[in-house]
């Protein structure tokens, strides 16, 4: 299991100053370079990948950090004949990153400027605030096998008006073993941070501070190619564990009743039509298990988790890849007075380029979010979410996005359902291979059937030093 790290460790490093990390971003970019070696993309199931330069406002919010923005892009110069590096072009605009023996590592610091005003209901605040972030990518350069490290961190710093500050990390690792021509066994663990959403339905109303999220994650998987037949089985693990909830007149609630353990089993099954098309069949089992039997309600909120789903995965080459799956999920809870959760699946990402310089990314997601209302299981919550890049000069990208949550609770339940759309749109100036100015615009509407509706404006800009 991934050691755990308390909570005090966490709250205090998230409380550092942006110029101390200033400071110590600019020495750690200024590295010497070491030593070389060759590289592969992972691939099932397709990760979610951002190029590291890319603003927050169009980091879907199932999207997580990003590798070497060549594994995202499509529509790449074809490689050499002999397959030798080429040599490094000065006008590129792409940053090289540092040799560490047979690892390359590309890290990202930024600092950038925001402002953003919240409205629920009748009420709003505003505040404008410093944001730190640190991201990057850590690539073995084998000749066989692969290992990868992606990360980011986020701190934030109010400097005028309320809201809370948003703090989030995320760290995955993935170990690629080759074990024969037709093998391919793959090793992954991760942790991530953030502090759970206001208008989350479980969030605490009258709290000054919601709580703070750890998920660690460890998984195995193991493919295997039998001629036209796929077959692949993996299982994974997942604890989350919830900080107190710092309430507004002083107090602290703990919610220790929600730390839990998921364990999911998945095996896939796919004939390949050709290269470019092999439906699958796929089916997974779960079980989570809650810390403590009973939440704080008397409520026993452990399940079981059952899966099927039918999906089509496509490999076009640089314009088209990625799979779609359909599929049902249904959720039993051990505690009787809880309705039994299910329904239709949507899960897969596709990647399409209509041409050089423009890449666009549709991501559906399906998940289930167990509640802490007294005698209500939860929500099955659907997200999609696009994203288009845009080359538009050598120096200039820009990227625009959208995305939207339904959140789908039970008929009979007293919770309303949700849907929360964002869009969001984003500018990158390379000034350099080194230095590239960013700006950012985001909004984003929480509809309610029942309660007020809620709204999020974000506006920023900022610098990113890449090495």
């Not at 999906?311 to 076009?316: A, R, T």
Request: proline fraction near 4%; hydrophobic fraction near 35%; aromatic fraction near 8%.
């Amino acid at each position: 299991m991934v050691p755990n790290i308390s909570r005090s460790t966490m709250s205090g490093a998230l409380r550092v100053k942006s110029p101390a990390w200033l400071l110590a971003g600019c020495a750690f970019l200024t590295c010497a370079p070491a030593s070389a070696q060759s590289l592969a993309p992972a691939d099932q199931p397709i990760p979610a990948i951002i190029d590291p330069q890319a603003t927050g406002a169009v980091a879907g919010t199932d999207l997580s950090p990003a590798l070497d923005e060549d594994f995202n892009r499509l529509n790449r110069r074809e490689e050499t004949i002999d397959r030798l590096s080429r040599r490094i072009d000065p006008d590129d605009g792409q940053a090289p990153g540092i040799r560490i023996g047979t690892f390359v590592l590309k890290p990202a610091l930024s600092e950038t400027f925001n402002h953003e005003r919240q409205k629920n209901g009748g009420s709003s605040e505003s505040r404008s605030f410093m944001e730190t972030g640190l991201k990057g990518s850590l690539t073995s350069d084998w000749s066989r096998h692969q290992l990868s490290v992606t990360g980011e961190g986020v701190i934030q710093d109010n400097i005028s008006g309320e809201g809370e500050e948003e703090p989030r990390a995320d760290v995955n690792a993935e170990l690629r073993l080759d074990l024969g021509e037709e093998t391919t066994a793959r090793l992954r663990a991760g942790y991530s941070f953030e502090r759970e959403d206001a208008n989350d339905p479980n969030a605490i109303a009258d709290a000054e501070t919601q709580s703070g999220v750890d998920t660690y994650r460890l998984g195995a998987a193991i493919e295997r190619d039998l001629g036209l037949i796929r077959g692949a089985v993996g299982v994974d693990f997942e604890r989350r564990t919830y900080g107190n909830v710092d309430l507004d007149d002083g107090r602290t609630l703990s919610q220790e009743d929600r730390d839990r353990n998921l364990a999911t089993l998945t095996a896939r099954i796919g004939y390949e039509l050709s290269p470019a098309l092999i439906p699958f069949l796929e089916a997974s089992a779960g079980k989570s298990v809650y810390d403590l039997r009973r939440d704080t309600f008397g409520f026993e909120r452990s399940y079981e988790s059952y899966a099927g789903r039918a999906g089509m995965e496509v490999d076009f080459g640089e314009k088209l890849n990625g799979e779609l799956a359909l599929g049902y999920e249904t959720f039993r809870f051990d505690d009787r007075r809880l309705e039994d959760l299910g329904g239709v699946s949507l899960d897969g990402r596709v990647n399409w380029s209509p041409h050089r310089g423009t890449d666009v990314l549709f991501g559906m997601l399906t998940y289930v979010d167990p509640s802490t209302t007294p005698g209500e299981a939860g929500s099955i919550n659907y997200e999609l979410t696009n994203v288009v890049t845009q080359q538009l000069r050598s120096t200039l990208v820009g990227r625009l996005s959208n995305s939207v949550t339904w959140r789908d609770f039970p008929s009979d339940a007293t919770a309303s359902d949700e849907t929360a759309w964002r869009a969001g749109a984003g500018l990158t100036w390379d000034m350099s291979r080194y230095l590239a100015l960013t700006g950012d615009l985001s909004y984003e509407r929480t509809n309610r059937d029942q309660g007020a509706s809620s709204d999020t404006t974000r506006v920023g800009v900022g610098l990113t030093l890449r090495r």
